[in-house]
T-cell receptor
Framework: RKEVEQDPGPFNVPEGATVAFNCTYS??????FFWYRQDCRKEPKLLMS???SGNEDGRFTAQLNRASQYISLLIRDSKLSDSATYLC???????????FGKGTTLSVSS | DAMVIQNPRYQVTQFGKPVTLSCSQT?????MYWYQQKSSQAPKLLFH???????NEADTPDNFQSRRPNTSFCFLDIRSPGLGDAAMYLC?????????????FGPGTRLTVT
């Protein structure tokens, strides 16, 4: 089983739609979780950290389910500018390195 | 205001010709990382420095070396690049932010091997 797994997509949605991405991780001892956004041929950028029961930042909501080792990202009212690859990221048990999923590609169209 | 700077942004080298990529940061973060990202793949950690302590990932080829002469700078040396080393190389920094490490990436150096 891969350490961090995501549905690669692509997810093609119209503007204004709500879209959800899922991610599972294999190490139950993992403590820290993140969503990063990566635009084509650019560097990853931190979108949001995911803490204990999850958190919200504007149109973005991240949820964590430790029992199922599952993380989600919900984007409401999608914008064209949300088109990107979304990377699910887990901090390793030693707390020294990030483990990236392959990413889920989102394409928002008008 | 650039916080993590990588030079050059694009590098072309010949097969077997040593190449050095550089990274600098203005964040005064104590941890610096080098990742390799190939097309349609996740970034893969090569190694990282915690202050001056070097930490090599187990599967990082010996062909890849790194130097960190001071807090602000870190270099990636590829001693004998092969065609399979063509990739985007990302530098990142972090500092413990209270609950977890949050990493900030530079724009990357895209390496082409001819």
């Amino acid at each position: 089983r891969k350490e961090v797994e995501q549905d690669p997509g692509p997810f093609n949605v119209p503007e204004g739609a709500t879209v959800a991405f899922n991610c599972t991780y294999s190490n139950s001892a993992s403590q820290s979780f993140f969503w990063y956004r990566q635009d084509c041929r650019k560097e990853p950028k931190l979108l949001m950290s995911v803490y204990s029961s999850g958190n919200e930042d504007g149109r973005f909501t991240a949820q964590l389910n430790r029992a199922s080792q599952y993380i989600s990202l919900l984007i409401r009212d999608s914008k064209l500018s949300d088109s990107a690859t979304y990377l699910c990221v887990v901090l390793n048990q030693a707390g020294t390195a990030l483990i990236f999923g392959k990413g889920t590609t989102l394409s928002v169209s008008s | 205001d650039a916080m993590v700077i990588q030079n050059p942004r694009y590098q072309v080298t010949q097969f077997g010709k040593p190449v050095t990529l550089s990274c600098s940061q203005t964040l005064n973060h104590n941890v610096m990382y080098w990742y390799q990202q190939k097309s349609s793949q996740a970034p893969k950690l090569l190694f990282h420095y915690y202050d001056k302590d070097f930490n090599n990932e187990a599967d990082t080829p010996d062909n890849f070396q790194s130097r960190r002469p001071n807090t602000s700078f870190c270099f990636l040396d590829i001693r004998s690049p092969g065609l399979g080393d063509a990739a985007m190389y990302l530098c990142a920094t972090s500092s413990y932010s209270g609950r977890a490490y949050e990493q900030y990436f530079g724009p990357g150096t895209r390496l082409t091997v001819t």
